[in-house]
């Protein structure tokens, strides 16, 4: 039996839209490209399989891969109506990243942009400083974009949600660190069906032929210290598997 509380939540979640995007390549300098490679992002693929397990209606927009224009996402945008864009960028993708908040922005004020990824995790202060963004997430996604969104259901402070960084009036503030997953095994499987098909990407060309591939994660994390890798700053020095059981019943 549910409270008047929990009813209230469970109604408001419900009608709580979140749309995560990958940023074309070349926004910025206003000559999107489709990439001749890409894989599946199995990042926000594991992020839309959470939300949609935790009771949010979620949309992946692979825009990266599918060379998608302004146009084109603005139309997306504006047809789900979102109430948080999710934008995950690598280094190389930050500037297109900034351009794409922009754009969600000028559609429309309300909508709570939120970036993430390994470049935002390695500098999160300058990401959240930045114009059109309201929100930098540091490490894992899924646990934390759950916390943040049932935050903004119910009107908690989001400096309430471990591993988020937030421009407030010009004073970059953080929340504090979010636990990394140890139980791997307990996220749900990738949202593919969020996805484009698999025809849309083209992987390496040692990886597989077009069309007939699909990407797996088996742990996360690095005992190692190399100089020139981020992934111990990024996920931890302990490296957590997936057990066997686990990825046999994502591959089946």
């Not at 990243?97 to 939120?114: C, F, H, R, S, W």
């Not at 069309?211 to 742990?219: L, N, R």
Request: charged letters at 20%.
């Amino acid at each position: 039996m549910q409270t008047p509380e929990e009813k209230k939540f469970n109604d408001q979640r419900s009608g709580f839209r979140v749309l995560l995007i990958t940023p074309p390549q070349g926004l910025w300098r206003d000559a999107v490209e489709k990439p001749w490679n890409s894989t599946q992002p199995l990042g926000l693929a594991y992020i839309g399989a959470s939300l949609r397990a935790a009771g949010y209606p979620v949309e992946i927009m692979d825009a990266y891969s599918l060379g998608l224009s302004p146009l084109a996402i603005r139309e997306r945008i504006k047809s789900f109506s979102p109430d948080i864009v999710g934008i995950s960028a690598l280094t190389p993708q930050w500037p297109d990243a900034e351009i794409l908040a922009g754009i969600v922005k000028d559609i429309n004020q309300e909508i709570l942009t939120v970036v993430g990824g390994p470049h935002v995790t390695a500098l999160p202060a300058e990401a959240a400083s930045r114009p059109g963004v309201d929100v930098a997430v540091v490490g894992e996604g899924e646990d934390i974009l759950v916390a943040l969104c049932g935050a903004v259901v119910s009107g908690g402070d989001l400096l309430g949600v471990p591993g988020l960084f937030l421009d407030r009036d010009g004073d970059i503030r953080s929340s504090g660190s979010a636990p990394a997953i140890t139980d791997l095994d307990r996220l749900p499987f990738p949202a593919h069906d969020l996805l484009p098909e698999p025809s849309f990407y083209n992987p390496f060309p040692s990886w597989g032929r077009k069309g007939h591939f699909s990407c797996i994660i088996s742990g996360r994390g690095c005992p190692y210290e190399c100089t020139f890798c981020d992934v111990t700053a990024q996920q931890g020095k302990r490296y957590r598997l997936r057990s066997a059981e686990n990825i046999v019943d994502e591959i089946s």
